[in-house]
């Protein structure tokens, strides 16, 4: 399955210069709003000073996460560079940075919390302490920094950093036989790999992955050293963190849903970088596992929050999903991985789906409020963790400034930076494109410099225009991504309709281009009425609004509160339609249903049936995207809608 | 609306003899299974053999409630005795009433955990530390014991004991203004009270209830005492333990929903003893709110397992209900004394609800399995406890053997020990026929001895006959219950009809009562489909199934699977029946359903509704009682059924 003929390269955010449409919108709000709300967080909270490593006793502790937090918003400040340079940014990146070489042992060793408060427990607890999951992230915001601006100083740190890890841990003689509870590190090696060119990086990645789950566990190992009886372990078992099982014998997705993905990322990797065909099998067996049985229709993974992950096969609740925001970030990195393995659009179908309805339902429009869950439907109260109290206050679900555990807010912000490094990929002979947006993007292909403009008002709208520039004309494959919600399409070049050959997902067009050569595509865009699997109990007889690749949502503001009263007549009209009010312009479906209420209900909980009288009251509804829920007057939201 | 001519009092266990029906099967089930169940767990977790109190550092610590277990289970052993002596059951209670003695400081104090492992820390926490509730379990089971045996021993104890709390706690200078986080003790001094004829212990309940919640507050107090700050408290507000207000300032249920029933059980006990209308009058704001807007349609109470308790008005979910078994006993004993406050059916109807569903679900049919939760559906994988270490097994929720705190499986024994003293009550010109059980009963009413055989295979069947025998002719009001699920019913005396004055949900007949007397009542007891109110979002377009008091539910072991796909067609047929196979004979429900569910899905999550057929293939449904669930072959459970 894997050979370089057909192996494919992702094209980097530096090469996609997104300037409109929806991605570009969030990308100028990321700038603007996201990543200042974030430094001002990162400052107030003390996360950044932390790297002065003058914690005192008494004082509020930095936690065992900080130096992920600091990581991953490097990250986003440096995608956000590579295509708009920003000074302020920069200087702000390079205070923290002169902080983290300072920071820095020199054995290499770097990390807040175990080097200025708990110095005498550095590695002794890899399962639940987090220290190659901060290095990873560390990692990635250093290789993003450094493809940003040139400046080699944080990958000169994390590459010392990552030499002494890789010291430490491996199979030899005197070697920890290690790797992370918390999965991260696997993903960033191979970026530093990357970025560097040192293969040792690959090849420890590769070793974590492989080591993960091996018996003897090094998890009971390194618990009896630290004098703790294994058996005790908080999250009573290795599948919380996928180390249940050799992951060449892992089958399903399991456990903590943020862990699992960021795994399974690395193994892909591995198994694109290493040409290891039993690994990518064994991602496919746990991507059909966990695309087929246990994702929500927005991409939302993890129903609990016991574990913040996986339960069972078609366990799915609404209103009590976790569906983590960083859950669904994890599983676009994921499905990008896959397409670059094993250039299918099944992976970007999904990939397509996390991004425009989980993924960026986890911030406000406006940008500095973010959720660390997404339900799929809110009522007021709900909160399990505010219910708690059981004050009577008219409490609604909402975004958060800032969370304790901030893992969401930066790992959004890099996600919606980089979100051009998504849109195509490129092999030998074709170019592949997997997202629709106002773009211009640079490729190579063939010996060629290949330039494409994207003109679109998707995902409001279904039509799709591609231009060319070339400085040669060029035979390639060209592919365009027929989402698998899309049921008809039309396709034209230069004005003339072409017939397109279509495999794996994608509408092939092969020829010769030349500078001025322009596409169409038209995606059939109709509203569906969308019902989900039978064993998905918490949807029976429901039905949920989907056109293109948005779900949509009702919410109480523009349809009135119980909106389990509301139901939909299976031959009711649906009209799609773009608000132009509404969060600068957004496409919102109309349509008819009724209220079924009681007509003489007085009081009481429980009543004969035959003693009510049912009404049914005409609503014209107006449904939402649910990516911008919660924008507005707090109050009820469901996705899920009652059909009948 | 409390007078002396109207108060009403209960008749005690030990006057009504239940030989048979569904209580006279249950209590045997009880004597034969659950005491003896219950005596070996608490034999074997050594909370009987922690009264020796020679715990010593490094052993399993004594748990703070393991007092109250031995309270309830004496308490349960008492109301056993009453009427079905046990000498061995007797032996077990009296070894262990030694050790209690000998347990008791010469102040009078009393506490296994705050004698044996923390003496320092004796009434420093009781917001947390539970040692007036341990008292107050303690007293009600001298006090059955007492009535049950004539056995002074423990009685005496615990007076020495509440003598001991009453000099401590209390308005005057030099005692602390403290009372219980887990109200329990109001209820138990009025038991002792009435033991006793010592009105300090009444005074002292007084005290206790209207100390709750003033200001300055004492929990806030104790705390700082303890170095603690008050805003730390892990509950996060003091509605958790009803003490966020003054009760006489509370109009709404809250938080813990077992300390709620209690505390309202005592503040009820209070309001009839003391002729004290206001507090009644808040006694019924409370009633109100809980059962117009908080309670399970199987008396279950408090929804969230967070605060084992209350959240919001028709905040009621069904598969992750907690319903607490414990708390649908609460409601009996509430219920049972707003009806002797203020004689109304109503505060019966909603006893019966508890006591038929709620309360006997949580044990087995079988006597010694229990459930702490009683959810309204239950579907493989989801409790949420066992569902945290994301292990794929197929499991369904079952009923423990115990639990390490072990309230609900004792507290359930002495319920249903004791239920015959729920069955009747009498003021001084009448005699109020509450439940309906085939049982023999003895009252005084008008100064002459009456006694009452009832004859019935209620629930499951519809017709009660009652038998009189008088010492003398004597004039006096028979009050029939008429159930608020009986729409029709029919009367006769001595075979002829009569047509009965109709107040306060109960059936009058006025008449001078000879030996030899009958009375016939047929209640109208069809198949009900039931509607919720429209706010209980989870109910939206489902039924359940009532006939009589008892709620039906469906299980997959008779209806197959995925019982969220079963469709009820709005005119189905419904027949009740006897099942004189299931569970030595109840009634069961059959009746007309489809199964609506895709015939052409093969894989895959979500599909636009168009590309699916469904197809609808009937059933013929049986339905179960909802309180002997869980009991066969485990699988899914639904009570409230889909409608269309």
Redesign the interface.
Known sequence: MINNAQKVEAVPVKNVEIKSGLWGERQATNRDRTLPAIYHQMKTTGRLDAWKLDWKPGETKPHIFWDSDAGKWIEAVGFSLTTHPNPEFEKQVDEVVDLIEKAQHDDGYLNIFFTSVEPQNRWKNLRDWHELYDAGHLMEGAVAYYNATGKRKLLDVLSRYADHIDTLFGPREGQRRGYCGHPEVELALVKLYHATGEKRYLNLSKYFIDERGQQPHYFDMEASERGDDPRNFW???Y??CQAHTPVRQQT?A??HSVRAGYLYSGMADIAAETGDTELLSICRSIWDDL???Q?Y?TGGLGP????E????EY?L?N??AYAETCASISLVFWAQRMFLADPDSRYVDVMERALYNGVLSGVSFEGSRFFYANPLAS????N??E??????TDHHYHRSEWFQCACCPPNLSRMVASVGGYMYGTSADTLYVNLYNPNRAKFEIGGSKVQVEQHTNYPWDNEIQLAFQLDQPTQFDLALRIPNWC?DFKLAVNGAPVSANLANGYAHIQRKWSSGDEVSLSLSMPV???????????N??N??LQRGPVVYCLEEVDNGS????V?LPRDSRMTPSLDASLFGGVGVISGDAVR???TN?S????????A?EYGQSPLTFKAVPYNFWANREPGEMRVWL?E?
Chains 1, 2 share one sequence.
């Open positions: 999250a009573k078992s599948h919380y399903k399991t456990g695309t087929q049985h994702m229709i609990a929050h016991a574990n992950g996986f339960t069972f366990d609740p209103e009590t009522y007021p109260y709900i399990p963790y219910r708690f109290s059981g004050i009577h049921r569906e009425r969308v019902v989900s699997h039978p064993h998905i109990r918490q029976a007889g039905i949920a119980h909106l389990a009263n139901v079924v209420e009681p209900w009081s009481g909980l429980y009543k004969p049936e035959s009510v009652r009948g």
